[in-house]
């Protein structure tokens, strides 16, 4: 079965710090990973998908089959990265998204 | 539409009664899911229509609750004889088939009394 767990429910750093937010996930097959991230009083919104291989707001993320993880990155946290964050998971073509339980990250000035 | 719109905003309803939740998903997007979000228990899957395939209901948790596409657009998530257990934020999101990002709607927040 699919599942995807997040271990951290709140993460808490001071602005300038390094991040990581920590992503597992369990399925057999070639999964498609996925950050969403959800501002204060906005909505829920893609961050960033494993196969771009892309930097948003200075996030990354690496896919790694090896540990089944993709865990979340930034070298300097800033405060309006101060958000709920969830990683999804998708095994393939046109099945559901499965989200962890999210993270709630605060950047203290 | 801008987006995904929901309604409505917010429910407030006594335990035991029925209630409809509508999602009005983006314009020629096929895919559209339903999800409950509440504190400690994160984004929840409950329903994903696709196109004309027959919906993927394996997140549905009791036959109390149902939902229904009309039309390949307008969706309504239906929860019969609510429970306080019931009370969380009812996300939807749709997206174009088989893509990789979905667009949510602002959600409903249901509380039940």
């Known amino acids: 079965a699919q599942r995807v767990t997040q271990p951290e429910k709140l993460l808490s750093v001071f602005k300038g710090a390094p991040v990581e937010l920590k992503c597992n996930y369990s399925y057999s097959g070639s999964p498609e990973l996925f950050w969403y991230v959800q501002y204060s009083r906005q909505r829920l919104q893609l961050l960033l998908r494993?196969?771009s291989r892309e930097s948003i707001k200075g996030f990354t993320a690496d896919l790694n089959k090896g540990e089944t993880s993709f865990h979340l990155k930034k070298p300097f946290a800033q405060e309006e990265d101060s958000a709920m964050y969830y990683c999804?998971?998708?095994?393939?073509?046109?099945?559901?998204?499965?989200f962890g339980a999210g993270t709630r990250l605060a950047v203290h000035p | 539409g801008a987006g995904v719109s929901q309604s409505p905003s917010n429910k407030v309803t006594e335990k035991g009664k029925d209630v409809e939740l509508r999602c009005d998903p983006i314009s020629g997007h096929t895919a559209l899911y339903w999800y409950r979000q509440s504190l400690g228990q994160g984004l929840e899957f409950l329903i994903y229509?696709?196109?004309?395939?027959?919906?993927?209901k394996s997140g549905l948790p009791s036959d109390r609750f149902s939902a229904e596409r009309t039309g390949g657009s307008v969706s309504t998530l239906t929860i019969q004889r609510t429970q306080q257990e019931d009370s969380a934020v009812y996300l939807c999101?749709?997206?174009?088939?088989?893509?990789?990002?979905?667009?949510f709607g602002s959600g409903t927040q249901l509380s039940v009394l």
């Open positions: 229509f696709q196109g004309n395939s027959a919906p993927d």
């Open positions: 494993h196969i």
């Open positions: 999804a998971l998708r095994a393939g073509g046109y099945n559901k998204l499965i």
């Open positions: 999101a749709s997206s174009l088939a088989g893509g990789e990002k979905l667009f």
